[in-house]
C-alpha cells in the first residue's frame, strides 16, 4: 500500500458500482477515508463485498495481507445520507452515465460540501464542461477519469473543463501519482475524452472489417494480438465491454461530433437489437453459450 503526498485525504464517492467500488478501494489502499454514497442499504454492500472479494483475490496472490485488506475496507465508509459528505476534501461522482441524473446530485452535494470543494466527474462520454455548467463555482469541476477494474489499469485521465481551474488541475495530478503505479494523463474535455475517442473508431472498424468477412471473428483477434502486441483483440474486447455501452457510447460521440469515426456500424446496432450483449448474456461476437441452461 502506498501513502500519498497529495493534499486530498479524504474522499466522497457518489455511486458504489463496477466503479465507484474499484476506485473507493484504489483511494482507500493509498491511505485515504473514503465515503461511498448510494441510494440505497442493498447497492452499499453489494458494494463492499464486492471489494472484499477484490482484495481477496489480492491476499490469495500474496499481493496484499489479510491485514491489509482489513486496513483498506476500514477506511471506506457506506452511507446513503448525503450530509455524511459535508466533510470531504473532494467528491468524485461515479453514477449511472446519465447526464440528468449526475447534474441532479452534484447541485445536491455543492449544497453540502465547501464552496471550493472540487467537485469531480468519472464520466465516460458526457461533457464536463456542460457537467460543471450551473454548478456554483464551476471552477472546482473537472474530470477525473478511470478505466475499468480501477484497481489494475494504471491510467487515469485528468479531464480539463473549459470552466476548470488551472492549479485544481495540478492537485489531480499529483494525486494520480499518489494513488501507487497510477499515471495521470491531463486532457481535453472533448467526447470520449482521449483513451475512448481512439478507441470507438478502433472498434467501429474492426466490426465493419468482421461484417465485410475480412476474417472470422477468432483470427481478427488473433492478428491483433500478436500482430500489434494488444493485451486484447477488439472483439474480444467488446464482449467485455457490453455491445450495448459501446453502442450507446459511440452514439453520444456521433451525436456531439457528426465525426463518422464515430457511426455505430449496422452490424453493432443489429446485435444489439438483438439481444447480442457480449459476455453479459453469453452472446457477442466471441461468446456463443446457450442462456437456457442447455448445451
Ligand atoms: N463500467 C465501465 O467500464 C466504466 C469505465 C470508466 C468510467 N465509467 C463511468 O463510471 C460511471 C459509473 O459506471 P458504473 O459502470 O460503475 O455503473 P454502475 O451502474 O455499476 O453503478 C452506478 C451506481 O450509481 C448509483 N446511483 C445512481 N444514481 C444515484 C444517485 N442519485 N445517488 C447515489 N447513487 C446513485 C447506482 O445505484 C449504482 O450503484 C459512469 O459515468 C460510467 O460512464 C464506467
Known amino acids: 500500500m502506498s501513502e500519498s503526498h497529495s493534499d486530498f485525504r479524504t474522499i466522497g464517492v457518489l455511486g458504489f458500482g463496477v466503479m465507484g467500488a474499484g476506485i473507493a478501494q484504489v483511494f482507500a489502499a493509498s491511505g485515504r477515508e473514503v465515503v461511498v454514497l448510494d441510494t440505497d442499504q ?19 496472490r500474496g499481493k496484499i495481507t489479510e491485514d491489509d485488506k482489513a486496513t483498506i475496507l476500514g477506511r471506506i465508509t457506506g452511507t446513503t445520507s448525503l450530509a455524511v459528505l459535508s466533510g470531504v476534501d473532494a467528491v468524485l461522482e461515479s453514477v449511472t452515465e446519465n447526464a440528468e441524473v ?84 491531463v486532457v481535453k474535455d472533448r ?43 477488439p472483439l474480444k474486447m467488446l464482449d467485455t465491454i457490453g455491445l450495448d455501452v459501446h453502442l450507446r457510447a459511440t452514439e453520444a460521440a456521433y451525436e456531439a461530433t457528426a465525426d463518422a469515426r464515430y457511426a455505430p456500424p449496422p452490424l453493432l446496432r443489429q446485435m444489439v437489437t438483438a439481444g447480442r450483449l457480449g459476455n453479459k448474456n453469453g452472446h457477442g461476437f466471441r461468446t456463443e453459450q446457450p442462456t437456457d441452461g442447455s448445451n
Not at 447541485?107 to 453540502?112: E, F, L, M, N, P
Not at 492537485?171 to 494523463?185: C, Q, W, Y
Open 102 to 185: 449526475k447534474k441532479a446530485l452534484l447541485a445536491q452535494v455543492a449544497t453540502v460540501v465547501g464552496e471550493q470543494t472540487p467537485l469531480l466527474t468519472n464520466t465516460s462520454a458526457l461533457s464536463v464542461t456542460d457537467l460543471a455548467a450551473g454548478l456554483p463555482n464551476p471552477s472546482r469541476v473537472a474530470g477525473l477519469h478511470f478505466f475499468n477494474p480501477a484497481p489494475v489499469m494504471q491510467t487515469v485521465e485528468v479531464v480539463r473543463a473549459l470552466q476548470t481551474d488551472e492549479t485544481l488541475v495540478d492537485r489531480l495530478v499529483d494525486l494520480v501519482h499518489a494513488l501507487g503505479e497510477k499515471f495521470p494523463v
Open 42 to 60: 442493498d447497492r452499499i454492500d453489494a458494494g463492499i463485498a464486492a471489494v472484499a472479494a477484490f482484495l481477496d483475490g489480492g491476499v490469495v
Open 191 to 233: 467526447p470520449g475524452f482521449l483513451v475512448n475517442s481512439l478507441l470507438l473508431p478502433y472498434l467501429n472498424d474492426v466490426i465493419q472489417e468482421f461484417d465485410d468477412g475480412l476474417a472470422t471473428a477468432e483470427d481478427i483477434d488473433v492478428a491483433l494480438e500478436l500482430g500489434l502486441g494488444y493485451k486484447t483483440g
